[in-house]
């Protein structure tokens, strides 16, 4: 059976400091991992992350994947109350078992 | 531990036929919610749920309708489904809304010819 794990399962930091969240996983016939951003209704998608050892960047958010380890992380630097949200990561396989299983997520709280 | 499960993993229907899937959990969640994962385009939500009978649209409902008429299972409806609906379907569901993990079922890849 596939499985991703999160961790930590929540979190709690202060404006500005710099937080790192881990995502492992164990499936058949990895293609991707995605990391989304859950604050009301709906996941935000913030990366899709295919290769190993290539940091994707979006503004005070990084992602990098090790297929050898099979792991993940997601860092905010500098962070801001608005970062607040539950961060998903989610592993996408392919050929028969084609799916997307999800970890159960990483409750950050970010104080002011 | 939270499950929610879809009834197929893998559908194939013609185009116009009326296509159905179930999403069942087990953890009395008030919320459920149906998404749709295309290459590129991230999770698109089509509808949610808040409580039995209740609905909203999410941010695609064109072409799709649902129904909640126990609080543990939530259908998603193709009324006459088209080549475009093509997709991952994901169910998920969850106690509170926003400040709670969603959790996800395994996904329905549907194919439609």
């Known amino acids: 059976e596939d499985k991703v794990v999160q961790s930590p399962l929540s979190l709690v930091v202060h404006e500005g400091d710099t937080v790192t969240l881990n995502c492992s996983y164990e499936v058949t016939n990895f293609r991707s991992l995605l990391w989304y951003k859950q604050e009301k209704k709906a996941p935000t998608f913030l990366f899709m992350l295919?290769?190993?050892?290539i940091e994707k960047k979006s503004g005070r958010l990084s992602s990098i994947l090790d297929k050898k380890e099979l792991f993940s992380i997601l860092n905010i630097t500098a962070t801001q109350t608005g970062d607040s949200a539950i961060y998903l990561c989610?592993?996408?396989?392919?050929?028969?078992?084609?799916?997307?299983?999800f970890g159960k997520g990483t409750h950050l709280i970010i104080q002011p | 531990d939270v499950k929610v499960t879809q009834s197929s993993r893998y559908l194939v229907k013609r185009t116009g036929e009326k296509v159905f899937l179930e999403c069942v959990q087990d953890m009395d969640h008030e919320n459920m919610f149906w998404y749709r994962q295309d290459p590129g385009l991230g999770l698109r939500l089509i509808y949610f749920?808040?409580?039995?009978?209740?609905?909203e649209k999410g941010d695609i409902p064109e072409g799709y309708s649902v129904s909640r008429e126990k609080k543990e299972r939530f259908s998603l409806i193709l009324e006459s489904a088209s080549t475009n609906q093509t997709s991952m379907y994901l169910c998920a569901s969850s106690f509170k809304l926003g400040q709670e993990t969603q959790y996800f079922g395994p996904g329905t890849r549907l194919l439609v010819l």
């Open positions: 989610a592993v996408e396989t392919r050929g028969g078992a084609d799916g997307l299983t």
């Open positions: 749920s808040y409580d039995v009978k209740m609905k």
């Open positions: 295919t290769s190993s050892g």
